[in-house]
T-cell receptor, first 114, second 115 residues
Framework: EADIYQTPRYLVIGTGKKITLECSQTMGHDKMYWYQQDPGMELHLIHYSYGVNSTEKGDLSSESTVSRIRTEHFPLTLESARPSHTSQYLC?????????????FGPGTRLTVL | AQTVTQSQPEMSVQEAETVTLSCTYDTSESDYYLFWYKQPPSRQMILVIRQEAYKQQNATENRFSVNFQKAAKSFSLKISDSQLGDAAMYFCAYKGQGGSEKLVFGKGTKLTVNP
């Protein structure tokens, strides 16, 4: 079944550690997105990609970086985690040629930085 | 820039009753798309319903329907025969016609369903 996956689901890590949040999809979608969801539940777009070798910054400035080497894979990396990075991170994907740009979301990763 | 406003941070409904969640948006475009997403406590965001602005007929999906008022820039979600599983955060979202435009989300409405 086509789906979008995120690992890990929960991560608790110390300040200064490098972390990578994984996102993969079997939907065959070209576009992928990373959102940060704050405790008030508001969603902020931090990165997106139109396809392989395409990455763009979103509306919210983020210290994270992303890469898109394979269509189905869109990992997000924090080189040095800080407590301010504590948040829920949601990955999503959509079909490039879908004019509605309907996005489908993964289950999320809840990151806590101590 | 387009904005989406959900004026009800929280709503509650009795099981089997009907509830309407409000959403308004601001845009100068004539063609666009509107969505309602649901995020249950397990936190996976799920598409509930979507509406193309050029369609006058309101979208429906089983117990979920929308009241799309284009002139008023209003896009409310009606949930009929509410069930305990409907309890979630509901997000209204807007997408412009341009291919490079991004989805704009409202801040969400938390729906509680009382047994």
């Amino acid at each position: 079944e086509a789906d979008i996956y995120q690992t890990p689901r929960y991560l608790v890590i110390g300040t200064g550690k490098k972390i990578t949040l994984e996102c993969s999809q079997t939907m065959g979608h070209d576009k992928m997105y990373w959102y940060q969801q704050d405790p008030g539940m508001e969603l902020h777009l931090i990165h997106y990609s139109y396809g392989v070798n395409s990455t763009e910054k979103g509306d919210l400035s983020s210290e994270s970086t992303v890469s898109r080497i394979r269509t189905e894979h869109f990992p997000l990396t924090l080189e040095s985690a800080r407590p301010s990075h504590t948040s829920q991170y949601l990955c999503a994907s959509s079909e490039l040629w879908d004019s509605t740009d309907t996005q489908y979301f993964g289950p999320g990763t809840r990151l806590t930085v101590l | 820039a387009q904005t989406v406003t959900q004026s009800q941070p929280e709503m509650s409904v009795q099981e089997a009753e009907t509830v309407t969640l409000s959403c308004t948006y601001d845009t100068s475009e004539s063609d666009y798309y509107l969505f309602w997403y649901k995020q249950p406590p397990s936190r996976q965001m799920i598409l509930v319903i979507r509406q193309e602005a050029y369609k006058q007929q309101n979208a429906t999906e089983n117990r979920f329907s929308v009241n799309f008022q284009k002139a008023a820039k209003s896009f409310s979600l009606k949930i009929s025969d509410s069930q305990l599983g409907d309890a979630a955060m509901y997000f209204c979202a807007y997408k412009g016609q341009g291919g490079s435009e991004k989805l704009v989300f409202g801040k969400g409405t938390k729906l509680t369903v009382n047994p």
